[in-house]
């Protein structure tokens, strides 16, 4: 016990040493990111292609996408004309700052606006490492069920954005969003949250033009 906490003390700050090395790296190119985190299957790529297409053209897209394995998500992003780099952390359950590092520089950064971080489908894992981007966004889908924020509290606590996704899906899936928001309300209270669908684009439009005010005034 003595000798353990330390260490997991050493590798966070290592960590956040590099994170910040990104941030610095992103602010000096001007260019916005956004660390989209998920459970496997929540819609994280779809939501991507979409806001591409809700976007129209107001802002110019990059994409890294994290894995434990394959370039599937990548190339996705590639055949909708996206500059898309993949990570494969070989196991690792989320993304770190230094897989970040590696990623950015492969990026033709001088002519992106904004960085969209796909993250390791995982509930847990990624809401215990800063990468370095602007800001941290959770998308919960509705097939998950309602009860995700008393269950994964950690990653509903260090969001700034929630996206519900799948809201085509509610007419067909048990799911009480009273309840589901309660639950929101009392770990990130007033958390700027959007409810869209990634098949249907409902809902895409209100996100699209909250991100295209939040990249402008943020200098990205
Ligand atoms: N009905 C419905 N299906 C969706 C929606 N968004 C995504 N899907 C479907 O959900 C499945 C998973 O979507 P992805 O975008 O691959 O999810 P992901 O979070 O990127 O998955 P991983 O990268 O594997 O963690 C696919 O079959 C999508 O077509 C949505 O809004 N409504
Ligand atoms: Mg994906």
Redesign the pocket.
């Known amino acids: 016990m003595t000798t353990r906490i330390p260490i997991v003390e050493n590798i966070l700050s290592a960590n956040d040493r590099m994170a910040a090395r990104n941030r610095d790296l992103l602010d000096q190119a001007g260019v916005y990111s956004i660390n989209i985190m ?13 806001t591409l297409e809700a976007l129209n053209g107001r802002l110019k897209l990059g994409v890294i ?1 994290g ?1 434990l394995a394959t370039s ?2 990548a190339e ?1 992003a590639a055949a909708a004309g996206l500059p898309a780099v993949q990570i494969n952390t070989g196991g690792d359950c989320h993304l770190d700052a230094a897989m970040l590092a590696d990623a950015l520089p492969t990026l033709p950064l001088e002519d992106i606006d904004l960085v969209l971080v ?1 993250n ?3 509930l847990i894992c990624p809401a215990n490492f800063q990468i370095g981007t602007h800001l941290n966004v959770l ?1 919960a ?3 998950e069920g309602d009860d995700k924020p008393y269950k994964y509290p950690g990653m509903y606590r260090g969001v700034q954005v929630l996206i519900i ?5 509610l007419p067909y899936v048990p799911f009480n969003m009273d309840y589901f928001k309660r639950g929101v309300e009392i770990l990130n209270p007033g958390v700027v949250t959007f409810a ?5 684009g ?1 809902g895409m439009d209100e996100w699209a033009d909250w991100l295209v005010e939040r990249v402008k005034n943020n200098g990205g």
């Open positions: 998920a459970s496997p299957g929540a819609g994280k790529t779809s939501l991507i292609l979409k996408e894995d599937i998500d996705k796909e390791v489908g995982n998308v889908s509705i097939p996704n799948k809201i085509d899906l869209v669908s990634s098949k249907t409902e």
